[in-house]
């Protein structure tokens, strides 16, 4: 069997709803260099099918999501993803990181040849990034001031989307599935 093609081009991710935004977003504008190209989100699958194949994986993803129901998520905490000395991620981690490690897994399960987003040493790790900075030294001056100003943000999770972006246009929801919901419906 051929191996199946993916693209940077589209993703199965989460994304906060839209009144939540605006402290994240503030956060992103000073740190973030993929402000233009991603909204806030936490990536479930990614990189992920061609725009073509995405009629084929739907009804799997659709019944992934059917199966689970919508929960509270809070995002409270920074947390850093050290790349290189000179390099890292700052992200917000999820919780509870149970309930969004089941949704990935209920969704790779439907959607196995796209299991990137689990294939790192740690396996998932659910996270939204807010920014890069350099080295540990300004990461940590970068986390403290974030922290003494930072307020939890508490939401619903009730929905995940299919986002894909032509060119250099910036990604776009695509199809959003919801969950606890019936496939189809």
């Known amino acids: 069997m051929a191996n199946p093609a993916w693209t940077h081009r ?19 504008r000073v740190h973030d260099r993929q402000l233009q190209r991603w909204m806030p989100h936490i990536t479930l699958l990614y990189p992920f099918a061609p725009r073509d194949e995405l009629p084929k994986l739907l009804p799997g993803l659709e019944a992934a999501c059917a199966g ?3 929960f509270e998520v809070s995002l409270g ?28 897994a209920a969704l790779q399960e439907a959607a196995p040849d796209y299991a990137h987003t689990s294939g790192f040493s740690g396996g998932f790790t659910p996270h939204l990034s807010v920014g890069q900075s350099g ?15 930072w307020s939890p943000l508490v ?26 919901a019936p496939p189809g419906g």
């Open 77 to 104: 905490a920074f947390r850093v993803f050290q790349h290189r000395s000179d390099r890292s991620t700052v992200w917000l981690a999820p919780e509870p990181r149970e309930a969004f490690a089941r949704l990935q």
């Open 10 to 28: 589209t993703a199965v991710v989460f994304i906060p709803p839209a009144e939540v935004w605006p402290p994240i977003q503030a956060i992103r």
């Open 135 to 149: 080295g540990a030294e300004r990461v940590a001056s970068l986390m403290a001031s974030l922290g003494e100003t």
């Open 68 to 70: 689970l129901s919508p």
């Open 155 to 180: 939401f619903q999770a009730s929905e995940v989307s299919i986002i894909a972006r032509e060119g250099n246009r910036p990604f776009e929801v695509v199809r959003t599935l919801r969950l606890g």
